[in-house]
């Protein structure tokens, strides 16, 4: 049974950092694009960052960039994102989710993606 399980998430105040990891389980996702989204109270999940199987490529919504880094160990089988500079905006619950199409270019859409977690909530306080 596939599991993403992400944790790290919390309540900081504007300017403050965090690093948010996703632990997947069930099968190895090294040969597989990986991304996190998020979703605030009453709107849609959006897309925050994505990265290849290999870590070589990555896609930031614009809204984070510069401020967020997303990174990849393959051999733990765990993918991570970085948060700087973080803003109330900023606040969600954050998602990590993975491709099941093998090499598969990094999409910033749900649908481009076939595993998620649970979830974990960011808060940002002014």
């Known amino acids: 049974q596939v599991q993403l399980v992400e944790s790290g998430g919390g309540l900081v105040q504007a300017g403050d950092s965090l690093r948010l990891s996703c632990a997947a389980s069930g099968r190895t996702f090294s040969s597989y694009a990986m991304g996190w989204f998020r979703q605030a109270p009453g709107k849609e999940r959006e897309f925050v960052a994505a990265i290849s199987w290999s870590g070589g490529t990555t896609h930031y919504a614009d809204s984070v960039k510069g401020r967020f880094t997303i990174s990849r160990d393959n051999a733990k089988n765990s993918l991570y994102l970085q948060m700087n500079s973080l803003k109330p905006e900023d606040t969600a619950v954050y998602y990590c989710?993975?491709?099941?199409?093998?090499?598969?270019?990094?999409?910033?859409?749900?649908?481009?993606?076939?595993?998620w977690g649970q979830g974990t909530q960011v808060t940002v306080s002014a």
């Open positions: 989710a993975a491709s099941n199409i093998p090499r598969m270019a990094p999409g910033n859409y749900p649908g481009g993606y076939d595993y």
